[in-house]
């Protein structure tokens, strides 16, 4: 007879975590595609939205460097490979790993509406991920890319309302 496996039995659990170091790979990818979205769009976008995707895009590349940096480092490699639970909102964020065909010429409504939900769900899973992780360099590094994206996602939002409310900037 199969018997079910209770929500949190040894199975589901073990099945329920990755390792820090496919965490990392993960989010490098999530960071790797951001900094490539927003590049791609610096001239496809109007005037008065390029220096924000500029600015964006810079500081998506900063954290994927941040990613590759800690990765390197050998005084947390055993942290890397310890196992942390998956958050629950993982599905959101590995969503936006694959880049969105906006067009040839994307409108600034759309690139800010994705935009901002990809904020919000990298805030989301760095917040998460923060609250898994054992103190150390990596959990420093997730409370500190939850909150750039939740700085990201508020100036997106800034930027947003002008736009819809306002008649731009």
């Known amino acids: 007879m199969h018997k079910e496996h209770p929500e949190g039995g040894g199975y589901e659990r073990i099945k329920a975590k990755v390792t820090l170091r496919e965490i990392l790979e993960t989010a490098s990818s999530f960071e790797k595609t951001a900094f490539e979205f927003y590049s791609g769009l610096t001239e496809r976008v109007s005037k008065?939205?390029?220096?924000?995707?500029?600015?964006?895009?810079?500081?998506?590349?900063?954290?994927?460097?941040?990613?590759?940096?800690l990765s390197a480092r050998t005084d947390v490699q055993t942290q890397i490979a310890q196992k942390v639970r998956i958050p629950p909102n993982d599905h959101k964020f590995s969503d936006y790993i694959q880049k969105p065909d906006l067009g040839e010429n994307p409108d600034d409504q759309a690139i800010l509406q994705y935009a901002m939900a990809r904020e919000q769900a990298a805030m989301e899973q760095y917040s998460s991920l923060a609250e898994e992780t054992p103190a150390g360099a990596i959990q420093d590094l997730f409370k500190y890319l939850?909150?750039?994206e939740l700085e990201h996602k508020k100036e997106l939002e800034k930027r947003y309302y002008e736009l819809v409310?306002?008649?731009?900037?």
């Open 48 to 69: 008065r939205l390029r220096p924000l995707v500029e600015e964006l895009a810079k500081e998506e590349q900063g954290h994927f460097d941040l990613f590759m940096q």
């Open 146 to 148: 939850a909150h750039e």
């Open 165 to 169: 409310h306002s008649g731009g900037v």
